[in-house]
Nanobody
Framework: QVQLVESGGGSVQAGGSLRLSCAAFGYAYTSYCMAWFRRASGKEREGVAAIDSDGSTFYADTVKGRFTISKDNAKNTLYLQMNSLKPEDTAMYYC????????????????????WGQGTQVTVSS
């Protein structure tokens, strides 16, 4: 059974930083595409960043240059370093995984990941 557990959310002022973590259990972690999505209140879910099994990374235009996705294979953990946070980054952030490399599809808006975490809330105040 695949399990994804997010942590690291919280409240921060605009311009601040947070690092989200996603611990993964129950599958061949290194062979999976991993991603971060977010959903703000009243809005559609948005793909934020993805990392394919070969290490290629992909970012939404709204976070490019501010967010960095990475993973530690030894710890089976995915990260999202978020810098220069803005109030519009406020959302529930979700970790997702799939055995298909969906990074490019995610930034185009069409990715449907198979496995999802429960989410961690990020709130950015102005």
């Amino acid at each position: 059974q695949v399990q994804l557990v997010e942590s690291g959310g919280g409240s921060v002022q605009a311009g601040g930083s947070l690092r989200l973590s996603c611990a993964a259990f129950g599958y061949a972690y290194t062979s999976y595409c991993m991603a971060w999505f977010r959903r703000a209140s009243g809005k559609e879910r948005e793909g934020v960043a993805a990392i394919d099994s070969d290490g290629s990374t992909f970012y939404a235009d709204t976070v490019k240059g501010r967010f960095t996705i990475s993973k530690d294979n030894a710890k089976n953990t995915l990260y999202l370093q978020m810098n220069s946070l803005k109030p519009e980054d406020t959302a529930m952030y979700y970790c997702a995984a799939d055995f298909r490399d969906l990074g490019r599809t995610m930034v185009a808006g069409g990715a449907d990941f198979r496995y999802w975490g429960q989410g961690t809330q990020v709130t950015v105040s102005s």
